[in-house]
Structure formats: structure tokens, C-alpha cells
């Protein structure tokens, strides 16, 4: 039923930064392998933000890899830990969201997820059905297995005190529920980010203090975002989220930096680990050719093999030939009639979501009206007497104004 240990081990190994103990996971595969039994494979996601880009998707991948292996991958969509909100590497507490917020964004997460995962395989629960019905004695036996100074020594809790900004207690809280999830599914192994090693480890020594076998804990890199600096961040407005069009997908991977260009095969794509070594090589003498192979891919997984091929001709047309694209979106302003400040249009054409970026977006040279730079943050266009004329923003974001 399942591979031999070594050749598991050689995908799984793919892109860890840490697996704690390698060996022991390395035991788990050949008692699973042995008994027929896959091992359960824990993964939490935070639905405070339920959009997903790239970054999220190196975890994703590693638990459908555990898929492919034929073992037992579990979503655990935390709507009840939500509530607390994940404190790592956050900077201030965060406010907290409501049960029902929670789960519509774990909805949203898992939509997004299974471009991804297996959906047919995946196992989805709720961390609500155990949370929830704990009394407050529970809460407190539960609490007792941490100290104060174990949390403390977290960096982010540290950093915190240290600047005198305050730590809610609840946040404390937040790693011991993650560990009752693991307690609660009997977690093999659980996976995660580099920022979550703690997490990980509470829940590795909550399962021995309850009598269970310690899960693995595989740690998985951040995944650095275009400007190849900063980790990829919706907030630093680097990143590619895994929903978005295949023309913008391509273009953002082309402006990605050489040095990352390997890096995002190995742990953003599906190709081949026994190819990788060929695909670094790849990067390293012909880069351009190789960043082309990347967009294509990387398009291809999320959006199917013709959405890539059009992304690559689109690239091709509107930026080396510098050619407007032959089918763009149009937009009809309700108010033509009127001159409408160019903030708005920008806004309401849906090319920027508030005016706030328009103004940047302009401040940056990267708003042009029929290949003209706009300049001026409080132009008014005369919609009614200038359209049809074309809006565009940046070199891949276009949209035809008629009146």
C-alpha cells in the first residue's frame, strides 16, 4: 500500500527546513508501511485571513504530498482558536472575530485550499467540536501544562514585553488550544511554518503528558515574496495570491528575482523532486528562460495548461510587443455625463480598491490613460466626451471606459 520508506522520506525531506526528530518520523513510516495504517497528518489553518497566496501554498503542498503518499491529511480549520487569534509574530494583539466570521472565512480557506489538496481524500474538521464544550476545570488543567516562562520565552511575546506593549492573556492560550488539537485527532505528525515551531512542539509535549505518542513536527520555510527580501505578505503587497487571474499570476512570477527563481520550484511547485536538480541548473544558466518555465507552471497548476499558454501569449502581446490586449473588461461610470475625478474611476473600474492606492498608484507613474501617464491626482476626466478610452494600471491591468 505504501512506498518504501527511503523513497517516501526523499519527497517528504523536499523543501523542510526542520523535521523534529527526523528519525522518529522516518520509525512512524515503517510501522505505517508495516501495518497498512496511513499516519494522521495534521495541518491548522488560521482563517483570520482567508485569502491564500503562494506563501501559503508551500505547507498545503507538503500535506498533499502526504496525500499522494497515501496518508490520512487533516484540515483542522480553526474557527474556535480564531476567536483567540494566532499571536506569532504579531506585534500587538489582535482584535478578536466572531465564531460565525470565523467559519465563513475557514469556508473560504478550504475553497481556495483545494486548489491544492485532494478535496476527495482531505478530511476537514472543525477545532469547535472539542474546544467548545470544554468546562472551565478543563480550561484550567489544560493551562497548567505551560508555565508563564516557557511563554515568555517565545520572541514575539518577548519582543512585546520588552517594548511594553501588552499581552492579552487569552493569546497564551492560543498554542495550548492548537495542542488539544493535536491531542484531539491523535496527530502523527503536524505541519507547519518556521514560525510556528512552538506551537508545534506545545502540542509534541501535550500528547506525551496525555498518554500519546508525540507527534512529528515538520517545519516548513517561509516563502520570501517579490521583492525577495520580505516574506510574502498581502500587506506588503508582494505576493501571488493562488485565485488570481493567469495573466496577473504570470507577470508577477516574471518580476520575481533570479535568486528565487529555484527556490520557487522547489517549494511553490508540483514539478518532479527527483527533477529539481536539473531545474536549479536551469535557473542558474538561463534564468529568463527559466522564469517563463516558472510562470507557465505555476499558471498551469492553478488555472489548467490552455489558461498558461494564453497567460504567456497575453505577456507576450501587451508587454514585449507593447500592444493593448485584444479583449479587456469595459466599465460604464453611471454618471458619465459628469467629470469624475480620476481616484474614483480608478476605484470604481475596479483596478484599484480604494483611492488611497489610486493616489500611490499615480505618485508611482503606474496609472496611464491610453498610454499616456497620468501625473495629476485630481484630474477629472470628462468620461462622456473622451470614451472609449483605456485605463490601465501597471503593464498587465487593463480596462476600456465607455460611456
Not at 234 to 255: A, H, R, T
Request: a positive charge; one cysteine or more.
Amino acid at each position: 500500500m505504501f512506498a518504501p520508506v527511503d523513497e517516501q522520506m526523499i519527497h517528504l525531506r523536499r523543501g523542510a527546513s526542520e523535521i523534529i526528530p527526523e528519525k522518529e518520523l522516518e520509525r512512524k513510516l515503517l510501522r505505517s508501511r508495516a501495518s497498512g495504517k496511513p499516519l494522521v497528518v495534521k495541518l491548522g489553518c488560521d482563517p483570520s485571513r482567508p485569502d491564500l497566496h503562494l506563501g501559503h501554498g508551500v505547507v498545503l503542498r507538503k500535506l498533499r504530498q502526504f496525500q499522494d503518499l497515501g496518508h490520512r491529511a487533516v484540515l483542522i480549520i480553526g474557527d474556535f482558536t480564531g476567536m483567540i487569534g494566532d499571536a506569532t509574530g504579531k506585534s500587538k494583539t489582535r482584535p478578536p472575530l466572531s465564531l460565525e466570521e470565523t467559519r465563513a472565512n475557514g469556508q473560504s480557506y478550504f475553497e481556495q485550499a483545494s486548489r491544492i489538496l485532494n478535496p476527495d481524500t482531505v478530511e476537514i474538521v472543525y477545532n469547535s467540536q472539542w474546544l467548545e464544550p470544554m468546562n472551565f476545570t478543563e480550561v484550567i488543567q489544560l493551562a497548567a501544562t505551560c508555565t508563564v516562562a516557557q511563554m515568555l520565552a517565545r520572541e514575539d511575546f518577548a519582543a512585546r514585553q520588552g517594548c511594553g506593549e501588552p499581552i492579552g492573556l487569552h493569546e497564551m492560550l492560543y498554542p495550548l488550544a492548537q495542542a488539544q488539537d493535536s491531542v484531539a485527532i491523535k496527530a502523527d505528525v503536524e505541519l507547519g511554518g518556521m514560525d510556528q515551531k512552538f506551537n508545534l512542539l506545545v502540542g509534541r509535549a501535550l500528547q506525551k503528558q496525555r498518554g500519546q505518542k508525540s507527534q512529528v513536527c515538520m517545519l516548513l520555510p517561509i516563502l520570501e515574496g517579490l521583492d525577495g527580501t520580505e516574506k510574502m505578505s498581502k500587506s506588503l503587497n508582494n505576493y501571488v495570491g493562488i485565485s488570481e487571474p493567469p495573466d496577473n499570476m504570470y507577470g508577477k512570477i516574471l518580476s520575481l528575482p533570479d535568486s528565487l527563481i529555484y527556490r520557487y520550484f522547489e517549494l511553490a511547485t508540483d514539478v518532479d523532486t527527483l527533477d529539481l536538480p536539473r531545474m536549479k541548473v536551469f535557473a542558474h544558466d538561463c534564468p529568463r528562460d527559466a522564469k517563463h518555465a516558472l510562470a507557465l507552471t505555476i499558471v498551469r497548476m492553478y488555472h489548467g495548461g490552455s489558461a498558461a499558454t494564453a497567460a504567456r501569449a497575453h505577456f507576450e502581446q501587451t508587454v514585449v510587443r507593447k500592444r493593448l490586449p485584444d479583449q479587456m473588461p469595459e466599465y460604464r461610470p453611471e454618471d458619465a455625463a459628469n467629470p469624475m475625478g480620476v481616484l474614483s474611476l480608478l476605484t470604481q473600474a475596479g483596478l484599484t480598491r480604494s483611492n488611497g492606492e489610486a493616489r500611490r498608484l499615480i505618485q508611482q507613474r503606474g496609472v496611464s490613460i491610453d498610454g499616456k501617464k497620468v501625473l495629476n491626482i485630481a484630474l477629472r476626466v470628462n468620461v462622456a466626451a473622451r470614451a472609449p478610452f483605456v485605463l490601465q494600471v501597471g503593464k498587465r491591468r487593463f480596462v476600456r471606459i465607455v460611456a
